[in-house]
């Protein structure tokens, strides 16, 4: 995972709530069995269908910062949706509200997510509407986003904010533990199941 | 300290907790499907790791699998290629797979109950949302991505946070016609597809303790769709006896000393809930969805909303475009939607109660002539514990189709799906744009209501049928 401490880019606004994961990427393309090259598919029925949809607009086309509703990511745990927004050139999604597992995803992918209040989430989408070119910067090291005159705080647990700046594999720190997880295991009650065939 | 149930199962499963780190969370039962995992396996072989517990890893093909000629290769290539990267990942792994065509073969929340695989007080986890399924037998049990699933395989532990705690509680006797679905959209409806955000939620009261193993299942599957990280029930006897003889449920004395700790896993008398919600049973009817997301459901005597009610800018604009793209008009009596797809299935409603009760609708009648039905049974079992009871020929007598079991039109990853602009009544979970085939519209029902839907080919409660 690559670290992630600081981005500055433009930001797309996408206006709406309960953009769930079957529409950042449909399931057919989650037939694939690599974890890059997703782009195609990402938001790929709204691209189609309306022509004014936001991404197709040329001034957000280069965005790496999307700027969505309420519970963004609902729905399918596919981590394909996270991927396919890495691979359409996006390193943060801000939204007042994510669903669980796409965020925990996200701290996987090295996709920064942020949760503003409703409040200064409109208020960026006026002034990214206003005018598409502004730059925002999103501060990982500083935990806030700051565009124009603007500077927002945010909040992210210490230790997924270490992770994301560091770009630490999870697997990794886990494995430091190994001595841990044996120990556990030595106290499992026997009679828990075992996946092997039973007959 | 008093605890809630999902306390007691989340704390019997840390493996190490430090101030400032996420806890380590033992994984009991780890279960794959093709669609998420072929990327955590290659993730394992670059990093040159194994699996660390085969043994507690179990893997089937749903997601892609066609419901039609099931012992034929596969003809869509990329469906084909994702479940053979399956086969050569646990061939290499040393993970038992139930493939197309085995008899434990089937969706990967129906086989894990149904194998006796999933325990109350185990910690169960798939790269697919729906785990939360497994909750019913009151286990603490949440879908994960792919990065996760890596994680488990390569180490059988997850980091984690303690999730918040909330009740949903149901007390009183349901009515006819009325069943889990319809308490689960209702709950949704209320709690909206956020409402269980960062909760693990216990379902708990009068309604729920009467509920079957099947009926409970329905209700801890659609946790997801309220936002929640998992959902849980109180094991109890019905649990026990659901479990009891199962291939991989304990035998002998095992059995008793399995019982007795199951039998602790109740929530303490004060344990403290984050938020709590309650519900009537007795004043449900039957509940469908009529927008894109399933927090857009109704009674089904109700109308189609209007936008303009709707006071907050973000709901009436969801609104607005949800009636877009379903194609209906404010006002619509709910009732009058006419559908040309019914849908009987998924791990939400695949299982054998939800056949039967779908079947005893259909049986002696026809449903309508321009519907179509597709009844896909959610395993290998269930569909042969169907022909054992004879429902097969029911739904074929009635003009619906008898297919294999899988996933199927739930999502679409298999040929079956909706055209663009097509409408069904389906009994899966999610009613999201496009998720039942390009340019389709669902509307989530129970089985009583899909059964009702197709013998008239309009959103029908079971209770209209009669006298009709």
């Known amino acids: 995972m690559d670290a992630f401490t600081t981005h500055t880019g433009t930001a797309a606004p996408l206006r709406r709530t309960n953009v769930d994961t079957d529409q950042i990427i449909p399931a057919e393309y989650l037939k694939r069995i690599t974890r890059t090259g997703f782009e195609d598919g990402l938001f790929v029925a709204w691209r189609t269908n309306e022509p004014d949809f936001v991404l197709n607009r040329p001034e957000y086309a280069n965005a790496s910062i999307l700027v969505a509703g309420p519970d963004f990511g609902t729905g399918s745990s596919r981590e394909h949706a996270n991927w396919a927004l890495l691979d359409g050139g996006f390193r943060v999604v801000i939204s007042p509200r994510f669903a669980d597992i796409f965020r925990n995803n996200s701290t996987k992918a090295g996709l920064l997510t942020v949760v503003l209040p409703e409040a200064e989430v409109e208020a960026l989408w006026a002034a990214i509407e206003a005018d598409p070119a502004l730059p925002v910067t999103v501060d990982l090291q500083a935990e806030q986003v700051t565009y124009g005159d603007t500077t927002v705080p945010f909040q992210i647990d210490p230790y997924t904010r270490w992770r994301l700046l560091e770009g630490l594999d999870d697997v990794g720190l886990t494995e430091r533990h190994l001595d841990d997880i044996e120990a556990f295991e030595a106290t499992r009650p026997s009679w828990k199941p075992t996946a092997l065939p039973a007959r | ?468």
């Open chain 2, 1 to 468: 300290m008093p605890k809630t149930l999902a306390e007691k199962v989340y704390d019997a499963h840390v493996v190490r907790s430090t101030e400032g780190e996420p806890d380590l969370l033992y994984i009991d039962l780890h279960l794959v499907h093709e669609v998420t995992s072929p990327q955590a396996f290659d993730g394992l072989r670059a990093a040159g790791r194994t699996v660390r517990r085969p043994d507690l890893t179990m893997a089937t093909e749903d997601h892609n699998v066609p419901t039609l000629d099931i012992l034929k290769p596969i003809a869509d290539p990329v469906s084909r290629a994702q479940v053979e990267a399956l086969r050569r990942n646990t061939a290499e792994f040393g993970i038992r797979l139930a493939p197309m065509g085995d008899r434990d073969q089937g969706i990967v929340h129906v086989i894990g109950p149904q194998l006796g695989l999933t325990q109350p007080g185990m910690t169960i986890v798939c790269g697919d949302s729906h785990t939360s399924t497994h909750g019913a037998f009151g286990a603490l049990a949440f879908g994960i991505g792919t990065s996760e699933v890596e994680h488990v395989l390569a180490t059988q532990t997850l980091p984690q946070y303690k999730p918040k705690q909330m009740a949903v509680t149901v007390d009183g006797e349901l009515p006819p016609g009325v069943s889990a679905k319809d308490i689960i959209l209702a709950v949704i409806a209320q709690i909206g597809t956020g409402g269980g955000q960062g909760y693990v939620i216990e379902y708990r009261g009068s309604a729920i303790e009467k509920l079957s193993m099947e009926a409970r299942m329905t209700i801890c599957n659609m946790s997801i769709e309220a936002g929640a990280k998992a959902g849980l029930i109180a094991p109890d006897q019905t649990t026990f006896d659901f479990l009891k003889g199962r291939p991989h449920a304990p035998q002998g004395a095992d059995w008793d000393a399995a019982v007795a700790s199951w039998s602790t896993l109740r929530t303490d008398e004060d344990a403290v809930f984050d938020a709590e919600v309650h519900l009537d049973a007795s004043a449900l009817t039957p509940f469908v969805t009529w927008g894109t997301n399933p927090g857009q459901g109704l009674p089904i005597d109700g109308r189609v909303p209007d936008p303009a009610e709707f006071t907050d800018e973000g709901d009436r604009r969801a609104a607005e475009q949800a009636l877009e793209y379903m194609g209906l008009t404010p006002g619509t009596p709910l009732r009058e939607i006419e559908v040309d797809t019914v849908f009987l299935g998924s791990c939400t409603n695949g299982r054998i109660e939800d056949l039967r009760v779908a079947a005893e609708l259909l049986r002696g009648k026809r449903i309508d002539a321009s519907t179509r039905m597709l009844v896909v049974p959610g395993s290998v079992a269930v569909k042969a514990q169907a022909e054992t009871e004879g429902l097969d020929r029911v739904f074929t007598e009635a003009g619906a189709e008898w297919r294999g079991a899988g996933c199927s039109m739930c999502l679409g990853m298999n040929p079956d799906q909706l055209k663009p602009g097509e409408r069904s009544a389906s009994t899966s979970n999610r009613n999201f744009q496009g998720r039942q085939g390009k340019g389709g519209r669902t509307h989530l029902v129970s089985p009583a209501v899909a059964a009702a839907t197709a013998l008239t080919g309009r959103l029908t409660a079971p209770a209209d049928l009669i006298g009709a």
